[in-house]
């Protein structure tokens, strides 16, 4: 008797399993189990099962293409035009094409007379502008902008260093550290170049679909101490250059910061036993010292992209696209000439002093001549305020995952959400099942034979 109470408990339990399935075949959503259980042949069932088993792998194949087209984080570029009444004005850089100066900006001697919407600056404090009221971008817009009137000092050019005259000017964001000698543009003496701006935003996005930084972001920027919000991938590479340099040849390229905390106390590269100057006849010698023939083999394996610097672009950047016009100035007629020399005496201009000092004994087609050689004039404006934004958008969301897998689901073996659930619940029973059936083989004991 005992024997046939085990026997009769093992069917129980296998009847109880299987009237789970055959209880979810007949109420599931899902296509596939339904058709197999209504099959009334084998052949049929097999089919079926077939069938199912088929669409099932294609399924999963296609979840997995899915997630894998989530998970590469591609992005949209858009472009917009919007308008902004209250668009700021940007930093304009100047610099004098004369590198025996090194190019240095020597407010007294090159600027002698600035306007800014109307407004009169004299270069003691032309650094920072100070908005004078809330109409100065209106202002801008009627052909105002920023007036720089500049002095090349032509006498301090030598012929062997440089076979142009005039200056290197960039228009960037405030916070941007300026690089004229890669992104600038010429504009020569004896000219009124004016310049129209327009305003470029890029916004890109973060976190897992690009590698930008904020442009807060200090990494690997020796400019951080001049320009806290400076970052760029200009800024990081000419870091990581100047890095390189310090390690290879002991010294530091003076074109770049050299007091940045983050750089080693070392000497400017030929700044001891440099051997470039003039000789005897007045002609550029040759000659480097050995720090800086170890520089320029740097900055030639830079250049080649031997130095591998990792440096990502800014989250947030602002360019200004610029269209150029240029005009004859001063005014080449004799008394306009003497009347901007007058003007020029009457302000008492130091860095002008011993220039005009040099013209009292001019004729003045003469004085033509050394106006044209010495003066240029730049006009810097904002076209319009429309300014052009182009930013990312996710091109793949978790929205459009969802959609496409509901979609795949339902195409392949007609699975929705609540079919989900229904596949949970069933794991569930199942579960339940097989805890009761364990449960009872421990109560009963081992068959006794």
């Known amino acids: 008797m005992a024997g046939n109470s085990d026997g009769q408990d093992e069917v129980k339990d296998e009847d109880t399993a299987a009237s789970v399935w055959l209880d979810f075949c007949d109420y599931s959503s899902t296509h596939g189990p339904n058709h197999i259980k209504r099959s009334a042949r084998f052949l049929g069932k097999v089919i079926w099962t077939v069938i199912t088993l088929i669409f099932t792998a294609i399924l999963l194949w296609q979840i997995t293409e899915l997630f894998i087209k989530f998970l590469k984080f591609d992005v949209n570029v858009l472009i917009d035009i919007k308008y902004e009444k209250d668009l700021k004005f940007p930093a304009v850089t100047v610099c004098n094409l004369n590198p025996f100066s090194g190019g240095v900006f020597i407010l007294t001697k090159v600027l002698f007379k600035c306007t800014f919407c109307h407004y009169f600056y004299t270069y003691t404090s032309i650094v920072h502008f100070v908005p004078v009221n809330n109409e100065k971008y209106l202002c801008v817009l009627r052909h105002a902008g920023l007036t720089l009137e500049l002095f090349v000092e032509m006498d301090e050019y030598i012929p062997d260093l440089t076979e142009e005259a005039g200056f290197r000017v960039l228009v960037h964001g405030n916070d941007e550290v300026p690089f004229p000698e890669i992104n600038g543009f010429n504009i020569p003496v004896g000219m009124a170049t004016g310049v129209g701006i327009r305003l470029q935003e890029i916004v890109r996005l973060g976190q897992q679909y690009s590698d930008c930084k904020p442009n807060s972001t200090s990494t690997n920027n020796i400019y951080s101490h001049i320009y806290p919000n400076g970052y760029s991938n200009q800024v990081c590479q000419m870091s990581c250059y100047q890095e390189h340099v310090a390690n290879e040849c002991g010294c530091l390229d003076s074109a770049y910061p050299t007091d940045h905390p983050s750089l080693p106390v070392l000497p400017e590269c030929g700044a001891i036993n440099m051997t470039v100057g003039l000789n005897d006849s007045g002609v550029l010698a040759s000659g480097n010292s050995a720090d800086v023939v170890c520089m320029k083999r740097e ?151």
């Open 299 to 449: 900055f030639q394996k830079y250049t080649d992209g031997t130095i591998v610097c990792t440096c990502e672009n800014v989250c947030s950047q602002h360019d200004y696209l610029r269209s150029m016009s240029m005009s004859a100035w001063p005014l080449p007629h004799p008394a306009s000439i003497l009347e901007k020399r007058d003007d020029l005496i009457a302000e008492n201009q130091p860095g002008l002093v011993d220039w005009l000092a040099s013209t009292e004994n001019l004729t003045k087609y003469e004085l033509m001549d050394e106006f044209s050689a010495n003066f240029g004039k730049l006009r810097i404006y904002f076209e319009d305020l429309n300014y052009q934004k182009i930013y990312q958008t996710p091109a793949y969301t978790w929205t459009n995952l969802l959609s496409e897998l509901g979609g795949q689901l339902g195409l392949w073996i007609g699975m929705s959400v609540m079919s989900i659930l229904e596949w949970f619940e069933l794991c569930a029973f199942c579960l339940r099942t097989l805890t009761k059936a364990n449960d009872r083989v421990k109560r009963v004991g081992p068959r006794k034979i």
